[in-house]
C-alpha cells in the first residue's frame, strides 16, 4: 500500500510538472510572436507612405485613362491603375498586420 502511494505521488508530480512546463513554455512563445509581430515606428510609417503613394498613382493613371480617347490605351491605362491599387491594398494591409 506504501508503494502504491508513493507511485501516485511521483505520478502526480511528473503530471504536474509537465503542466508547469507546458505552460511556462506557452507564455514565453506568446510573449515571442508579440514582440516579432510588431514592427517599428520608422518602418510603420515606411509602410505607411508607401500604401499612400501607390493609391495617388493608382488615381493619375485613373483619372488619365478617363482622358485618353484610344480605348486600347485607355484599357491598358486603367490595367495600371488597378495594379497600382492592389498594391496601395498589399501595404494597406501589412500596416495592419504588423503596425497597430
Known amino acids: ?6 507511485v501516485v505521488f511521483g505520478l502526480s508530480c511528473l503530471l504536474g510538472g509537465v503542466f508547469l512546463a507546458s505552460q511556462l513554455v ?3 512563445a506568446s510573449a515571442q510572436q508579440q514582440m ?15 500604401s499612400g503613394r ?18 486600347a490605351e485607355a484599357i491598358e491605362t486603367y490595367e495600371r491603375a488597378v495594379i497600382f491599387s492592389e498594391l496601395a ?7 495592419e498586420v504588423y503596425c497597430k
Do not use: P, Y
Not at 1 to 6: G, L, T
Not at 36 to 50: K, L, N, P
Open 1 to 6: 500500500m506504501r508503494h502504491m502511494r508513493n
Open 26 to 28: 506557452g507564455a514565453e
Open 36 to 50: 516579432v509581430g510588431r514592427w517599428g515606428a520608422e518602418d510603420c510609417q515606411g509602410i505607411s507612405g508607401g
Open 54 to 71: 501607390f493609391l495617388a498613382a493608382s488615381g493619375e493613371f485613373a483619372r488619365e485613362a478617363d482622358r485618353l480617347r484610344n480605348e
Open 89 to 95: 491594398a498589399n501595404f494597406a494591409k501589412t500596416f
